[in-house]
């Protein structure tokens, strides 16, 4: 594994889509590596149509064709780098969002939930030690 120190780590965008090479962050050093598995989740998808509490290392696809409803974020991450997966697999969440629900934590920073409104759409969000961030296709 290669470290190196650096003053501050440049916004990327990971798409996620099988063999990556992901860039790490933890006390001030990037730590890059390869992985055969999407960010360690579960190959299988879990297919949901209600309010959920979410788990980490887990892909949901989030059916809102029925009506609107809530993922819950895991309570209280305490693992940096906990991550989880969630897509619209019919394109509902333009028609009917989905709400994903901060669950004691922040959003990007924000104590607020966050409204998923574009259809087919796919977000992996990762704890990062303070707050969970965004990154979507």
Not at 24 to 51: C, N, P, R
Not at 79 to 96: F, K, Q
């Amino acid at each position: 594994i290669l470290q190196v120190r650096v003053p501050a780590l440049p916004e990327v965008d990971l798409p996620l889509t099988g063999d990556e090479l992901l860039w790490l962050t933890q006390e001030g050093l990037s730590k890059k590596g390869a992985v055969s598995v999407v960010s360690g989740f579960s190959a299988a998808w879990t297919f949901i149509d209600q309010a959920t509490v979410a788990q980490a290392s887990r892909r949901y696809a989030a059916d809102t064709s029925a009506g609107s409803f809530t993922l819950s974020l895991p309570n209280a991450p305490v693992l940096m780098n906990t991550a989880l997966e969630v897509a619209d697999p019919n394109g509902s969440w333009a028609i009917n969002p989905l709400t994903v629900a901060q669950n004691g934590s922040t959003i990007e920073g924000l104590a607020e939930d966050m409204l998923m409104t574009l259809g087919r759409a796919r977000v992996v969000l990762a704890f990062d030690g303070t707050t969970w961030r965004v990154f979507g296709e």
